[in-house]
């Protein structure tokens, strides 16, 4: 992990807003895609119910 100085904090916000990034990014355009994306913060949710049904399972 790196160690971030108010050098390196500097160089990358001037990184960022050269590139832009989030100019970019559009996200879901379709409502099958909005459909499915809206599902991605349950992901971590499901994976440690699953885990934990493996474990009591053991």
């Not at 100019?23 to 119910?49: H, I, Q, W, Y």
């Amino acid at each position: 992990m790196p160690r971030w100085t108010e050098e390196s904090r500097q160089l990358q916000r001037e990184r960022i807003l050269k590139n832009r990034p989030f100019d970019k990014s559009t996200g879901a355009r379709t409502a099958e895609g909005k459909a499915t994306v809206s599902k991605n913060a349950l992901k971590p949710f499901e994976k440690r119910l699953q885990d934990s049904k493996n474990v009591s399972n053991d």
